[in-house]
């Protein structure tokens, strides 16, 4: 590779390599993912514009510490296959960060070519990265140290329970992924949707787990089928928690159970987990609305709302009661959402939900809203403006509100102490639970948040766990 | 992989009894409780109320009508066969003590669910009057094994070819005039519950009934099961599937069994197409 570029330009003078991505148009009507990916070629190009700083500050912006130089250099080296394994050494599920981490506000947002220009496409490399080994790698395996003997239950096979997987299966513990559903991933295979990650890639990820040696095991509701207590007398010798929030919100305004209003769970679930976008193919129904408002605007209304297109949706419109300052979604996705045709109304709210005599929704009356001082959040609380009511027509509502903590695990296990609304409190520093023995970390401490950031909760656990594994509480 | 052990045909083929492997279940399952089953790769996830639990043997049995693609596809599976997926057990066991006189009231394939609630009822000392009814004598199922689990039991059939020809409504209504009753259970198709609550309230007769709206996960995680009770949102597949039958909003939970109508038709029909 190195040898047919003879005259390298300068590495400011590179500009930062797009990916090439699926025409908006053509992308809303079908489920393929969008980004196509780099071209080894371009993703070389990209790699020269790292810097290599000797105290880098990327690093420090990665809740998993991943060697963002060391990665970068080996694929500028062409060494793809050695980057693949740097990547490894601190990130088990490299080609789901490279899609869907907020790259902007973590290493990139710290990148120091970022300060005068655009930062070094980082996400875009680690995806180049995972994805070149799983096209065209050998398939060889990372080490593992030796057994120790030690075994330990994994409760939710989603971003924190994986990463907790596969930091202690490398570090030789006998591993045990406990999940509820029928396939694992957790929020991966039921709430991102496959045109942002494809379901594939997740099950690759998984198998790359248990080829390590951690095995999973699908439809055990922790709670239900099984306790913690009786993990415990299974003969597992730690237990992490990391179930999700999973708690859906509705708002509570009249109408809220008239058929077509959705929490976002169940329409993803629904699309995602179900497969219910290729019904009749697959049995599950979803109710393909031609006018759909999500109410929301994070990540998970973008989902929804962009999903909504794909099914076929004439208006997918979101319904925000902030403006658009206030948008907790990542720009990038709320920049693809209206590539797609998204509408936003912002500084609006539903106060009411409309009907028809079979019980279906067919509108929704509002409020419009102005913003006034900042609420416990820190962001300006939305009041309504009185009397400037207006309908919006809709055949789908999808609820995007948030999640709350769900209580079927937490008030099943005797003695776990709960925060006031639910989560499991932990120690910061390792994630210990007030109970002995037992971890826990993701959204079910934290409530909702992103991947990465489960994926740090659960690396903290799992340094913990091997702690306590070595030396004891 | 979920092995079905023994697989019965009852009420001319529309029933089906399968006794499906799986341990982990049946050790834990109490009465009133639910299972997801999924038949293969592409099938939908279908809750039941489990008709019977074997612990012993490490066997489940689940009881249910074909009304859909879906369940149409479960009655293809034979003994031998698999379901892909069972979930369980799931939702809140009823709540089983000695208060005295309890009547049983199961319609259709609501009788299967009742079995082991009927049974653990008179078990815990209480007096059981078990009323069943079906369509027509044909459809009747359990009739044997609903008898040995109550001290007594009244059969009605709608068109008479069995037992009282009436609903179990009007037997209920001679035992409520006749004596005091202390807990009425109902498990049977939603107009039958609405109807048994309507009257036991009039009598004041506290009364459970075990719903069954559509769900995904099971778990609390969609909120698509969710039902009004008392003014209140409750998720059936968490905060019941037993509820307070008196502040049961049934209208609405009729409607929201509606919500695929149409799409469960064409699919069912497409999938009778393909099976001839």
Redesign the interface.
Known sequence: MAEEVTKKPKREKIPRQPMPEQEPKVRAKNFDEVPFGYSPETAVKEAERCMQCKKPACVAGCPVEIDIPGFIKLIKEGEFTKSIRKLWEKNSLPAICGRVCPQEIQCEGLCIVGKKGDPVAIGNLERFAADHERAHGTGALPPVADPTGKKVAVVGSGPAGLTVAGDLIAKGHEVTVFE???KPGGVLVYGIPEFRLPKEIVAQEVNFLERLGVKVE????VG???SIEELFEDGYDAVFIGVGA???T?LNVPG??L??I??A??YL??SNL??AYR???????I?RGKNVVTLGAGNVAMDSARTALRLGAANSRIVYRRSRVEVPARAAEVHHAEEEGVEFFFLAAPTKYLGDD??RVIGMECLKMELGEPDASGRRRPVPIEGSEFELECDLVIVAVGTGA???LTKSTEGLTLNKWGYIQVDEKTNKTNKKAVWAGGDIVTGSATVILAMGAGRIAANSIHDYLTWGW | MFKIVNREEMSDGTVILNEVEAPKIAQKAKPGQFVILKANETGERIPLTMAETDPDKGTITIIYQVVGKSTALFKTLQVGDDYQDVIGPLGKPTHIEKIGKVVCVGGGTGIAVMHPITRAMKDAGNHVICIIGARSKDLLILEDRMKAASHELRVCTDDGSYGHHGFVTDVLKEVLEKEKIDQVVAIGPVPMMKFVSKMTQEYNVPTLVSLNPIMVDGTGMCGGCRVTVGGQTKFACVDGPEFDGHQVDYDELMMRLQAYCEDEKKCYEEFCIMDQ
Do not use: W
């Not at chain 1, 699908?218 to 509701?221: A, G, I, L, T």
């Not at chain 1, 019904?279 to 129904?285: A, L, M």
């Open positions: 509820a559903f029928h699908c439809n055990q509701v239900r089928t099984i999973g708690l859906p509705f809220k159970n058929i077509g959705y929490s769970n169940e679930t629904r179900m497969k019904f009749p193919e697959y049995d599950t129904p109710i079979k019980g769900n209580p079927l």
